[in-house]
């Protein structure tokens, strides 16, 4: 009997042994699985004197801003008489002086690490091309086809700027801002004679070489997110107003209190890291490769907050496309005039009209085709499907009927045909 009890007493110190030792695990386990992840992210050095500076002085002093946007848009609310336009780009001449001041010094964008960070800058700098592009159509208006051009490339020069140090927000908003100045410079090519449009092709020569690899803009995206990851974390009760309360799938996001002893926050953090190195190193690679994106993370939070950002590269590599046809055209343009007639081939163009040819972004290597068609010529690149279709442009007849019938020739991720100068414009 007493053998009994102490083979009881010895079982139960056990089973108490055993619980405090699986609580004491537990603990540790959430201890290590609930510590905020220490990431390192810079803080670049701002240069001093900032073209932003200028650039936001400029926006913040703009008037009637939200109707210069819609006076230059495909469809504006109303009509806009040239006498309103006018008055429009005069009451904001200094406004354009400001941002073409901005224009010696070097731009970076001050850098996002919070969820409060002001971005309302970028909405303003929509303003700013818009009223460049104002001011363009202004001077074709009065025949002044130089100076429209002029006003268009600050327009472009203005949209590659502000990429610099900008996340996946810049980026988008630098695209549209090219497209909506590089659309009407084609429209001003043929009215240039052969020194003017030698002094665009320097200048869009040098815009280019302004530009920002993509691979930039997701490393900046992956410290945004870090950051925003950083301070959800540190915080699992806090809620913040830019968070949506749904995922990507619109599931809603539960607290994520208990959720940690599942998957640690350091694990969260990893994973996400993870995810845009390995966008980034498929970045650095050509276009023309298709390699497929890496699996987004899986885990409720980054599900949530992580962006596909390489679905993003399609308008980057066409804004490129884009520019070095413009760039050719503008040489076979001097070409023409000079010659009377069209080079047999783009090499003819080789130094007197350019320096060099550009490559073709969409192409496995090599410039753009052409063909020459007597007094016309046809000029493409590839497209995103990387095939030479013998000049059959992006075409999806099906978007005639839609409310945006430009849109047909729009460039796609999964797009077939050719992107045409002068038809495939963005």
Known sequence: MQNLRDRFKMDFKSRISLVCGIFGLLSIWLVVNNTDPAVTIPHPVMPKPNAHDFYVAAGSAMKDGKQIVDAVSRKPSRTYSAAQKAAFVRQNAGVLVNVQAGFAYPYLNPPIRSWNADTEYYTRFRQLVCLFTLKGELRAGHGDWSGAAESYLDGL???????????LLGHLAGSTYRNIARRRIWAVVEHL?????????????????????????????????????????????KSYPTLSSKD??????????MYYLYRSKRRIMDDFTTYMDRSAQIAQQPYSMHKPAPPLPTDILNAALTIPVLQYRIKDVESETQNGLLLVSLALHSFRLEQGHCPKTLAELVPTYLKKLPEDPFARGGTFRYHSLGSRYLLYSVGPDGSDDNGTPIDDPSKMMTPHPETRYDVLENSVGDVIAGINLQ
Do not use: C, Y
């Open 157 to 167: 020069r203005f949209g590659e700027d502000i990429q610099k140090g900008s996340p």
């Open 193 to 237: 004679n052969v020194a003017q449009t030698q002094a665009v092709i320097t200048r869009l020569t040098g815009i280019q070489e302004r530009h920002v690899p993509f691979v930039d803009m997701i490393q900046e995206e992956k410290w945004v997110g870090q950051a925003a990851r950083s301070d959800f974390l540190r915080d699992t009760g």
């Open 248 to 257: 990507s799938h619109g599931q809603t996001i539960p607290d994520l209190s």
